[in-house]
């Protein structure tokens, strides 16, 4: 016999991991099947921030922010061992954002999550407190603090816990088919395995619409446009432990992060792609990396500097704005026509989110299987 699921989750990404994670700790059946090892997409190649998203305040998404700025003290709390606090330095620029726009965003973000255990931003004085790293044009700076993070440890910690609660995961296989029947769902591995389950929850990433029209055979009824962000790592171009948030004439920001102890991270770029698969830098986005930092550093860096990169896809919803102005949140599509078995497409998220993303999850699910808000439990449990 088949083994049947209450939910089965196509994608181990980190909206995958904290699904499986949370239904499992609620008594359900569920299980996760990931094409490639978990982890492995979309949230290793992210900027390893868990970050409220400053600059998500210049396009009114007030909502997400203070979401994000709530999760970032949960995931504080529940994922310690893999999480460091660090300021961010914001070098004024007297002919981008003015003073007032920077203090007003930073006094919003100190207070829009409520009660916070992470330190408030403040001004400082930029030769004095990080001589010889910016240029001597760069005096004030605006400090705040995020969290840095391991990201794909964040989602192999959401998998363990998973399966000690009992869930099934499997790794290097991918879905091929799902068929859709009056109560129940058939999905076809390519080994050939069936498995079958009551609900069936699309965290693809950037392939979610790949599931949707070559796996489950429905048209999506949202549009995405998928966007390319990548990063180069050099080795560190100072030693102090603070990042920089850079801003670009072009209005994007490109941060400089303190990397395993050796590295600058430096990123992102965004790029529209026409394929989810195996992203990678091209020579303009080196360069437009390369120009951000030498506009602000003392330390001039080229292409010799660049020791590796890579490259993620952002899988945004389409709204005809410019790539930097489409949000950030997430979108739940849950379809469930002529009373068949339920699914519920995820559309974008940020790693910030996930843990929330996952409990929304669990209660729009309520219908189907009985999801108690009480029982809301991972924001109590450590990873
Ligand atoms: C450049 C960049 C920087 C970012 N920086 C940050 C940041 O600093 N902070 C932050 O909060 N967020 C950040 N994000 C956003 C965050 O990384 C993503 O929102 C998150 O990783 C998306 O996770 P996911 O689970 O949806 O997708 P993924 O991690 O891509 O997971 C989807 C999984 O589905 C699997 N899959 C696809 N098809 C099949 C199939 N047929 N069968 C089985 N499995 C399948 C894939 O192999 C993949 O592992 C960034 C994103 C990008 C692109």
Known sequence: MNESFDILIIGGGINGAGIVRDASGRNLKVCLVEKNKVG?????????LIHGGLRYLENYEFRLVRESLKEREVIKRIAC?????????????????PKWMIKLGLFLYDNLGG???????????????????????????FQYYDLQIDDKKLVELNIYDAEKNGATII???????????????????????????????????????????????LNSKKSIRLVKGSHIITKSLYKQKRAFTLQNDDNRIIFVIPYKEK???????????????????????????????????????????VLSSYSGIRPLIEDFKEASKVTRDYVFDLNEDDSQAPLLNIYGGKLTTYR?????????????????????WTANHKL
Not at 40 to 48: G, I, L, V
Not at 83 to 93: R, W
Not at 118 to 131: A, V, Y
Not at 359 to 375: C, F, H, Q, R, S
């Open 263 to 305: 590295y600058s991270l430096i990123g992102t770029t965004e790029t529209e792609v026409f394929s989810p698969e195996n992203p990678k830098i091209d020579d303009s986005e080196i360069d437009y990396l390369i120009n951000s930092v030498n506009k602000y550093f003392i330390k001039q860096i080229s292409r010799d500097n």
């Open 356 to 376: 929330k993303l996952a409990e929304n999850v669990l209660l729009t699910l309520n219908k189907y299987i009985v999801v108690d808000d009480k029982n809301s």
């Open 81 to 97: 061992d893999i999480t460091t606090p660090i300021p961010f330095i914001i070098p004024y620029q007297k002919s981008l954002r």
């Open 40 to 48: 492995s997409a979309t949230s290793s190649w992210s900027t390893k």
């Open 115 to 141: 009660k916070m255990t992470i330190p408030k931003s403040s001004t400082i004085n930029i030769k004095k407190e990080i001589p010889n790293i910016l240029k001597d044009q760069y005096k004030t700076g």
């Open 171 to 217: 790794e290097n296989r991918k879905v091929i088919r799902a068929k859709r029947n009056k109560n129940i769902w058939d999905i076809i591995l390519d080994d050939n395995t069936v498995l079958q389950t009551k609900i069936l929850i699309n965290a693809a990433g950037p392939w979610i619409n790949d599931i949707l029209t070559k796996v489950i055979k």
